[in-house]
């Protein structure tokens, strides 16, 4: 099987895989751990919730940065071998199964900034889709675990693209905004509600959050 990916974005993908901020693989005694990061390949625990970027990294337009994965779900499990897993971890059958699937908001979102795209095939070639963080915490990841976990990760896979809109959705992900536009002074970022189901209560705010968003994405991306 041949990974629909650029390589040097796999590499880095599987250099993720193995972390040297998860515990398993870091140095010893190194202060540069994320010890509340859960590895466990067999239950699922496994830098994870990635995808996208299926053509070339210059077709790449729009990166966009979630919170981070939730709890496996039911049967989920992986080798531990970072190729094998990261087959499973971009494949279609992955991405478009169920609870996997890709949320209907984000759905929504990318038909709104790709509206001449329609179809999540096409639209994953223009799209990266990514984690402020990538591996599930036990409780709510620490400031330092997210920055760490930025560095070493998120702003590496941003590298590879040519001058990408970021699109930073929900309050998580917009805690690293300051070290983002550090790393990438000239980056254009875009903040968003979470795609995450909204309480019924904040339904219209997000939606009219995602609108007001894939309006700026398009105006930007159109301005490249």
């Keep these: 099987m041949t990974?629909?990916?650029d390589q040097r974005l796999i590499e880095r993908l599987l250099d993720m895989q193995r972390c040297?901020?998860?515990?398993?693989?870091?140095?010893?005694?190194?202060?540069?751990v994320c010890r509340s990061a859960i590895y466990r390949p067999c239950d699922g625990y496994v830098p994870r919730a990635f995808g996208g970027a299926k053509r070339t990294l210059e077709d790449v337009k729009l990166v966009i940065v979630s919170n981070g994965p939730a709890w496996p779900i039911q049967d989920e499990s992986y080798s531990g071998n970072p190729e094998e897993d990261l087959r499973s971890l971009l494949g279609d059958r992955y991405i478009n199964s169920e609870p996997h699937s890709i949320h209907v908001n984000l759905k929504l979102f990318l038909d709104l900034v790709f509206p001449c795209e329609r179809g999540l095939?096409?639209?994953?070639?223009r799209v990266w889709m990514t984690n402020s963080v990538h591996c599930?915490?036990?409780?709510?990841?620490k400031m330092s675990d997210r920055k760490r976990c930025a560095n070493a990760n998120l702003f590496r896979q941003i590298e590879l693209f040519s001058n990408p809109v970021v699109v930073l959705a929900g309050s998580k992900p917009q805690l690293i905004l300051s070290d983002l536009l550090s790393a990438f002074p000239y980056i254009r970022v875009v903040k968003c509600h979470s795609f995450s189901k909204p309480f019924p209560k904040g339904k219209a705010f997000a939606e009219s959050s995602w609108c007001e968003a894939a309006d700026r994405v398009k105006a930007l991306i159109a301005q490249h």
């Excluded at 599930?136 to 990841?141: D, L």
């Design 3 to 5: 990974f629909q990916q």
């Design 20 to 32: 040297r901020h998860l515990e398993e693989f870091a140095t010893v005694g190194s202060d540069q």
């Design 121 to 125: 095939e096409n639209q994953l070639k």
């Design 136 to 141: 599930t915490f036990e409780g709510e990841a």
